[in-house]
């Protein structure tokens, strides 16, 4: 009975082992020789029977660059006469590499000579995958909300601007419009400032919409469009804005596959990186421009912690400039981050290129090291779908009216340009300053009424708040929606997917008359 009980608990202690891959062993020093349990071998790829087991043999396993740690770790146990516990690599006989924990410690003698040495082998390799798993999803998750926060940033931001910039563009048109009917007594000198005060609210505007796609969630002008004809279209001017000493390569899928995006903004990523890759080759290279088709599965959202199983074109940009280092691949996406000289890029080309991708659905990497060339590899989901061919049209020409117009608007300075806009151009015009009067003024004036113009943002009540209210008082009243925030904002996007009418701030004078022209002549 206590022969058969010491079988199974034998029995059971070698199933806890293989279970918990754990390994004892003992080194007899004397001798050299080292002994083990079943899994102790089993870690090594080897059998009680294969394994020559001897000091040397046990060094050979470990990896050639964690060989002169583990020897240096046994010599200090043995000097210092205390237990160690380390991890380190072994390399397989099939080469595979798996990570082992070992804790030890030495018995000596009388004399105090080191005899033996006792320990356990644990293969931790799962173990540590999954903590480096774990660390990169944590990171990644990191990345994304500081993003998105300082993408909410940005869009505030932005709105500010674009309230500044809707009153100076509007003053500057008013005095330009005012002037064209004294030409004869302006001076051209006064002319030309007009035109470069408006050129450089241009350039505002410009930084403005760069900040506003960072911080959009939702593609501009989405429709089915073909990969590869927008980088066919693109060569020509990716040719001249690269230099003569770096050569483009394009090679593209057979198949031209469909995605839903916004052809300027594909065109856009094209651009901005292209001039990225040119910066870093100043004495010349190779700038490559590759699609192929890929499918996401599990193992690839296990691996890098985000996407969705499916179908993608593949769209890499390469380059063979001068890389960067792991420091500057994790902030190269945030706003106004640049490595470039002052004054020589606004840091805002890949915080763009990153925003684009994200509004369309799609995932970007970059694979790059130092004096190895840099990868952007953009994931676009494929769809079904054929694409048509979109004929632009003219808008008409700007329309004097006579009609009333109820203006909503808690920016003091765009309501007074907007209403000189407004009776300059013969309407009759009737003023609030948030969603609340303006439901009190429509409700003295419906009968004279013909559009609302609201703010989407103000305060006490907003402006899809007061239409709505507005509209059960009288269902057909038609209303166009002004915002400087980003369009997926919640109340922007809410008026979008009403398809109600919508113009985004800064608007210039011109503009704004050929929208409320439009929307009162629908």
């Known amino acids: 009975e206590a022969e058969e009980a010491l079988r199974k608990s034998e029995a059971s202690l070698a199933n806890a082992q293989r279970i918990a891959h754990l390994g004892n062993w003992q080194w007899n020093m004397r001798e050299n020789k080292v002994v083990g349990s079943d899994e102790f071998y089993r870690i090594f790829g080897k059998t009680r029977q294969t394994f020559n087991g001897t000091y040397e043999t046990l060094l050979n396993f470990v990896h050639p660059d964690d060989r002169v740690f583990v020897k240096k770790s046994v010599r200090e146990a043995l000097d210092e006469k205390k237990p160690y516990c380390i991890n380190f690599r072994i390399l397989l006989p099939d080469g595979s590499v798996r990570i082992i924990h070992t804790e030890a410690e030495v018995i000596f003698d009388s004399a105090g ?38 993408g909410k940033l940005v869009g505030c931001i932005a709105h500010d601007f674009n309230n500044i910039l809707s009153a100076i563009i509007g003053y500057v048109e008013l005095l330009q419009n005012k002037m064209k009917k004294y030409d004869s007594s302006v001076d051209d000198s006064s002319k030309n400032y007009i035109e470069r005060i408006l050129a450089i609210a241009e350039k505002a ?18 429709r089915p469009v073909h990969v590869n004809t927008i980088i066919k279209r693109a060569e020509s001017l990716l040719s001249n804005l690269i230099c003569e000493n770096i050569k483009l390569n394009t090679v593209l899928t057979d198949k031209n596959y469909t995605i839903m995006a916004d052809s300027g903004q594909i065109e856009q990523i094209l651009m901005n990186l292209a001039t990225n890759a040119r910066d870093a080759m100043p004495d010349g290279g190779i700038l490559t421009i590759r699609t192929e088709i890929v499918t996401l ?38 706003p106004f981050f640049t490595t470039k000289k002052h004054g020589k890029g606004t840091g805002l080309g890949l915080a763009i290129v990153y925003g684009i991708v994200t509004q369309h659905q799609g995932y970007i990497q970059v694979d790059s090291a130092r004096g190895k060339g840099t990868t952007f590899k953009i994931y ?3 769809i079904e779908s054929d694409v048509e061919e979109i004929i632009p049209q003219d808008l008409p020409a700007p329309v004097k009216g006579i009609e009333t117009i109820l203006l909503a608007e808690d920016n003091i300075e765009i309501r007074k340009i907007i209403k000189m806009v407004f009776r300059g151009s013969g309407y009759k015009v009737i003023d609030a300053v948030n969603g609340e009067e303006a439901v009190d003024k429509f409700m003295k004036n419906k009968d004279d009424i013909r ?22 008082i009288m269902p057909g009243i038609k209303a166009l929606f002004m915002s400087g925030y980003p369009k997926d904002g919640v109340s922007n996007k809410i008026i979008l997917e009403e398809s109600l009418p919508f113009i985004s701030k800064p608007v210039s004078p011109t503009g704004l008359l050929k929208k409320v022209r439009e929307v009162l002549d629908t």
């Open 113 to 150: 000579k080191a005899i033996q040495m006792n320990g356990t082998n644990q293969d931790i390799t799962e173990y540590k995958q999954a903590e480096e798993e774990k660390a990169k999803l944590r990171e990644q998750l990191y990345h994304a909300q500081k993003l998105e926060s300082v």
């Open 205 to 222: 505007i410009h930084l403005t919409q760069n900040l506003l796609i960072f911080s959009r969630k939702e593609i501009n002008n989405p």
């Open 297 to 334: 599965d599990n193992a690839f959202i296990q691996n890098y912690g985000y996407g969705e199983i499916g179908k993608y074109v593949l769209v890499s940009i390469s380059d063979t400039g001068m890389g960067m280092d792991e420091e500057t691949q994790k902030m190269i996406f945030e």
């Open 380 to 382: 676009l989901p494929i």
């Open 451 to 472: 559009l609302l113009v609201f703010d989407v943002m103000m305060p006490k009540k907003n402006g899809k708040e007061a239409y709505d209210e507005i509209k059960k």
